[in-house]
């Protein structure tokens, strides 16, 4: 069944609608239809009162990213959209659901209100009676935002609309802790960004992301929010950055292969929080993902290379053959327990950023053939650690 959205967008804050405030490098709006198409809502309509020219790039945003948002300047016009829709979901000015209500709503049964109870820190909310306010989201039947539009007159027509659910005992779902905000003022777009980025937080994979990326993402993130950063760009930088660590290390520059392998590691961290926090994909994430791995494996044997040349011992090409090896056999063993049904690896593991942060010790120590020992001894035990899981998930 298909799921369409109208948001609301009357209100001004200084000359600009409260839809175009900044919010996390985008807009607010952006935040808010990108939810809802997350959430499956296929026709998205924005309902203003007129078309302000602070829109048109958002708007134009999220087009060119496959979000066909259509724009209603009346009640009217948006129900001549939607009359024929048979679930909408409708969305207060300036609010911001979190996702897990947004879903909660569009899996509801039509009409149905996300409430809050009536409390004192709720009192932004609009008040449906005497024990509860309105989260800003709900979910209508097309026909019945055809029905207001003939009677709102110069009412407010979300207002109108919530009233008439009210009066047709929509079902009233608790929003509990998932809270939305109300991004009205500057106040409560910093309030909105720090949930923001605390809602992008994930299980760290390795001890490198906890203790080393994701420290170093979260201190530059509202730098990134202030210059509008989109996901793509520390990614799309995360991979350059591989491939020049790359190309030093083939040239026999260990320092210079080293320093930006190591970048690479908390710009791809970036990009994927940004992606996670804008609900916009990073673009051929899956080529810039092979590129950095691509990119890792032929800098590892670059240092054998150099190490073999610079000793007369092959055994180092060997290593760094190994390390390759090892740490190609680990991502498909990985995939084999996650798909025997452990997927929770321990944090110790090693991964292809963690390798970088190893070897840097022993690389300031001018200990290079050291550090290769190391990480390939490193990649060969977790490869055989996770052998082991799969033999006994297999059993």
Known sequence: MTLAALVAAFDVEAGVPRAALPLAGATLVEHQIRRLATAGAERPILLVEQMAPALAAPLA?????????????????????????????????????DRALIDRIATAPVPALAVLDDIPVHAAFERIDAQHRWAGIAILDGRRIAEVAQMVGDWDPISTMLRAAVQEHAARIEAGRDIPVLAGSADAVHTAEARLITASREASRSWSDRFVEAPITEALLPQLFARAIQPSLPATLSALLAVGGALAALAG??????????????????????????????????TLQAIRLGSRALAALGLGWWLMRNSGQWGWLLAALLLVVAMAGLSAARRIVAWLGDGEDPIWYATPPALGWVILPFAALGLWTWGLSAITLYAGATFGWTMIRALRLAR
């Open 253 to 286: 520059y260990r320092w210079f292969a080293l320093l930006p392998l190591l970048l690479a590691g908390p710009l791809a961290r970036m990009g994927q929080r940004l992606s996670l926090i804008q609900a916009r994909r990073v673009r051929s994430d899956a």
């Open 61 to 97: 945003r999220l087009r060119a990213d496959g979000i066909a948002v259509k724009v209603a300047t009346s009640i009217a016009a948006a129900a001549d959209l939607l009359a024929a829709e048979p679930r909408v979901l409708i969305l207060a000015d300036a609010c911001l659901p």
